[in-house]
């Protein structure tokens, strides 16, 4: 049984000292009773009937993005055996069906995972997220998942995260950044669910298969939150969720990174695809060569390469205007389709 580093709770903590200190750190937190006040928590903490007939108060008739894994997934939403295409199958449903399936399963002992994903209140349920609304995120669009038992493998998300949990159990296990190696990524570009995931199981890892998940481990963080609780997962940390009860559900913000609403392109993942691309055929001294540049003029290991450099002529490593970093993004956007 693994032992897994415990994370930094907090019971009152103010949006000022969540943005001046705590997001700037990149360091996950774990904020007790951070939605406790909200109505949606409360009908949840009375019954999943309540629950459901609170959602559905809201409820105008749009279908939502529903999947669903056959009992033979054990509840993991992945890949199947051979990585030519995933072991669930999703499709649209219309909310009030998907809810009231939700229910009747309860009382079933084999069932299949089924699970709402990244679904918008604002289009599909109106009006929730201003009875269930957060000072920390006056303006930012919420994200809804609805489900029952079910496991999302490790992966990371492209914005730093606050994801509460509204409705039954979730534990999640979060992997430091540094650890990517050591959790054996799946393919860029065919996914689960949009972004990369451990080809580990976490419950029954292969170490013969993937030993360095070893290592991954023994850099481990765990906790388990309840209806109220939140907690913040920096931008690329990996996160293993699992949902543990028969009806679950999570609130979750995105207020920066890839993952907002209107980000613009090129994003990091696709910096990383294009250096890919860019880089393949170089040698290995090559590539090395290259990471020293990285170092100096991106992540700035060094001398600040701007700060020798006349304040007129330091353009992408000085102060730039929206319009110029729009100008600079087409420019090299162009070029790509040529």
């Not at 009231?100 to 929730?128: C, F, H, K, T, V």
């Not at 999302?152 to 992997?175: E, P």
């Not at 959790?183 to 451990?198: E, K, Q």
């Not at 481990?220 to 920096?234: K, N, R, T, W």
Request: glycine share 6%; proline share 8%.
């Amino acid at each position: 049984m693994n032992t897994y580093k415990p994370i930094a709770e907090y019971h009152n903590l103010s949006a000022q000292q969540f943005f001046d200190e705590i997001a700037p750190a990149q360091q996950p937190i774990v904020i007790r009773n951070f939605s406790g006040h909200w109505p949606l928590v409360a009908a949840a903490k009375k019954s999943p009937q309540d629950f459901a007939s609170y959602l559905l108060r809201f409820y105008t008739g749009q279908k939502a993005r529903i999947f669903v894994a056959p009992p033979a997934a054990n509840k993991r939403f992945f890949y199947n055996d051979d990585l030519t295409d995933v072991n669930y199958i999703s499709g649209e449903e219309r909310v009030d069906l998907f809810l009231g399936r939700l229910l009747e399963l309860m009382d079933r002992e084999i069932y299949p995972a089924i699970s709402m994903q990244n679904s918008s209140p604002s289009e599909i349920l109106p009006g929730l997220s201003d009875e269930n609304s957060s000072v920390f995120f006056p303006a930012t669009e919420q994200h809804l998942w609805v489900g029952n038992e079910g496991i999302v493998s490790a992966h990371y998300d492209g914005a730093d995260n606050i994801a509460c949990v509204v409705a039954g159990k979730r534990r999640f296990t979060l992997f430091p950044p540094d650890q990517t190696g050591n959790l054996y990524p799946g393919p860029l570009n065919f996914t689960p669910a949009g972004a990369p995931v451990s080809l580990v199981d976490l419950y029954a890892p292969d170490f013969e298969r993937y030993p360095l998940f070893k290592t991954a481990l023994a850099n481990a963080y765990s906790v388990e939150l309840e209806p109220g609780d939140a907690i913040f997962i920096p931008m690329l940390w990996w996160h293993h969720v699992e949902s543990m009860a028969k009806v679950n559900a999570l609130i979750n913000y995105w207020w920066n990174g890839s993952a907002v609403k209107g980000a613009t392109s090129p994003s990091p993942i696709d910096s990383l695809n294009i250096a890919l691309l860019a880089m393949r055929d170089l040698t290995p001294n090559q590539r090395n060569a290259w990471r020293y540049m990285f170092d100096h003029y991106l992540f700035k290991q060094g001398i600040d390469p701007a700060s020798y450099i006349p304040e007129h002529q330091q353009h992408l490593l000085g102060k730039l205007s929206l319009d110029y970093v729009r100008a600079i993004k087409d420019y090299f956007i162009e070029k790509l389709k040529k």
